[in-house]
């Protein structure tokens, strides 16, 4: 029973997943700019931490592999809506969606998981191996530090997803997407930790920052990987991205819900 009820799923996963993986050209493209914006990023911040003789909390070559990791994960971020799900809406062909006979929560929950996955699988493995090489990214800190990394990461996955589904789902009062990427993508960026370090933002902003799902996409899984969150308080951040996917992916099914029944489909 269980698995007839998953296997549409993981079916539009692969062969979705399979379908990005064809744009090569596009991976490669990425793979070349993510390089060059990591040389930018730790250059700048190795030209901070020479300039300031103040404590830091964050040791440069832990900022160093923070980036790198940054870089090779960038796919992951929820920084714009399915653009299949986009071309649906615009095109008015969204409405052979609702005839399927499954979950259409779930059934884009797969498609955006696929459009987040495939990317980050081209890219990430070559570029971590680069970085490693050649560009002064660190190891994990410990066995175990690569085991909650690996969990969180997993996490960072489902949270991204979520994230991106909602995104998609405005498009069915936005229609174009432009806006809520122009206007969601900076703040992903900050608030995950892609511009600075989250450990960098001053106290006042760090309690803050701890609440919002964010960090559980970039900053606490890196923080993992280096060690600078212990194995000890793993098991906090697990449980706070779990907290996000279940409250994010209800709001989801709800909005997705009331968009639906409000839907108008015009032309044909």
């Known amino acids: 029973m269980m698995q007839s009820f998953v296997l549409p799923y993981t079916a539009v996963l692969s062969a979705r997943f399979r379908m990005i993986l064809q744009y090569r050209a596009a991976a490669i493209a990425g793979f070349v700019t993510q390089i060059g914006w990591g040389a930018i990023r730790v250059m700048a911040m190795e030209a ?3 300039s300031t003789s103040a404590p830091q909390p964050m040791h440069l070559e832990d900022v160093v592999t923070y980036i790198w990791l940054g870089q090779a994960l960038l796919g992951l971020l929820p920084w714009n809506p ?6 649906m809406v615009r ?3 969204v409405a052979y969606e609702l005839v399927r006979p499954v979950n259409l929560y779930t059934y884009w929950f797969s498609r955006s998981m696929a459009f987040r996955l495939a990317p980050t699988f081209m890219r990430s493995i070559p570029l971590a191996i680069l970085a490693l090489v050649f560009f002064g990214m660190q190891a994990p ?5 690569l085991v909650f990394w690996l969990a969180a990461t997993l996490g960072a996955v489902l949270l991204s997803t979520a994230l991106t589904v909602i995104l ?4 069915m009062w936005t229609i174009s997407g432009e806006g809520v990427s122009f206007l969601v993508s900076p703040v992903i960026y900050l608030l995950a930790g892609m511009v600075i370090p989250l450990p960098l933002f001053p106290d006042w902003a760090q309690r803050v920052l701890e609440i919002l799902p964010f960090r559980g996409i970039c900053d606490a899984p890196f923080r993992l990987y280096m060690g600078h969150i212990p ?4 098991w906090a951040v697990l449980i706070h991205q779990l907290i996000w996917i279940v409250i994010l992916v209800a ?6 819900s009331r968009a639906t029944r409000r839907l108008v489909v015009q032309g044909g």
């Open 48 to 50: 901070f931490y020479r």
């Open 251 to 256: 709001f989801g099914a709800w909005l997705l």
């Open 91 to 93: 095109s008015g062909t």
């Open 82 to 87: 399915d653009t299949e799900i986009r071309a």
């Open 141 to 145: 800190a410990s066995p175990e530090a």
């Open 231 to 234: 194995a000890t308080e793993a």
């Open 168 to 171: 998609s789902i405005t498009l």
